[in-house]
T-cell receptor, first 112, second 110 residues
Framework: QQPVQSPQAVILREGEDAVINCSSS?????VHWYRQKHGEAPVFLMI?????EQKGHDKISASFNEKKQQSSLYLTASQLSYSGTYFC?????????????FGKGTKLSVKP | KAGVTQTPRYLIKTRGQQVTLSCSPI?????VSWYQQTPGQGLQFLFE???????NKGNFPGRFSGRQFSNSRSEMNVSTLELGDSALYLC?????????FGSGTRLTVV
């Protein structure tokens, strides 16, 4: 029931774009995205609720396809500060509030 | 407003001992969730407390327990420590708006 993230790792040059995918086998109520830098706690980026909405946060946006039980995180014109590990966390209809199940993460490295 | 506060930041314990970790959520938040983070398993859900009641529990052995007090502060306890319990333990509050995580407690079992 853990969501599957892909790719596991990606290396970019500054200014390049990237897409990180999160896929679940369960019907999802919401998807959260977090970024964790080395030695720090995960930091919340955005939450997407059912309805296929897309949200944005600076040059980082995400979509949620409820029917496909998938979410994608889009990073455009990447900056050095985008480096870190990105996690999706999912709430499904079988679970209860407060119980986010996280994917294993995608390590993003942005090089100058 | 103050964030999520976890104490202590670092702990070194010996196998067989027990340990108690503390977490104070953001003021006004009544829910506290605990996660274990290891390089191999990632972020694993331990349990969640809401208004002093355990609302959800992950798939961890009974050696892992927790509680929440009337002021929403939460503690988790691990008894009979094993080497495999070495991990970063994170608590978080405010899932409805996106979790705010504490800085975590790094537990090393030797």
């Amino acid at each position: 029931q853990q969501p599957v993230q892909s790719p596991q790792a990606v290396i970019l040059r500054e200014g390049e774009d990237a897409v990180i995918n999160c896929s679940s086998s369960k019907a999802l109520y919401s998807v959260h995205w977090y970024r964790q830098k080395h030695g720090e706690a995960p930091v919340f980026l955005m939450i997407l609720l059912k309805g296929g909405e897309q949200k944005g946060h600076d040059k980082i946006s995400a979509s949620f396809n409820e029917k496909k039980q998938q979410s994608s995180l889009y990073l455009t014109a990447s900056q050095l500060s985008y480096s870190g590990t990105y996690f999706c966390g999912t709430e499904d209809y079988g679970g209860s509030q407060g119980n986010l199940i996280f994917g294993k993460g995608t390590k993003l490295s942005v090089k100058p | 407003k103050a964030g999520v506060t976890q104490t202590p930041r670092y702990l070194i314990k010996t196998r067989g001992q027990q340990v108690t970790l503390s977490c104070s959520p953001i003021s006004g938040h009544r829910s506290v969730s605990w996660y274990q983070q290891t390089p191999g398993q990632g972020l694993q859900f331990l349990f969640e407390y809401f208004s002093e009641t355990q609302r959800n529990k992950g798939n961890f052995p009974g050696r892992f327990s927790g509680r929440q007090f009337s002021n929403s502060r939460s503690e988790m306890n691990v008894s009979t420590l094993e080497l495999g319990d070495s991990a970063l333990y994170l608590c978080a509050s405010g899932v409805n708006y996106g979790y705010t995580f504490g800085s975590g407690t790094r537990l090393t079992v030797v």
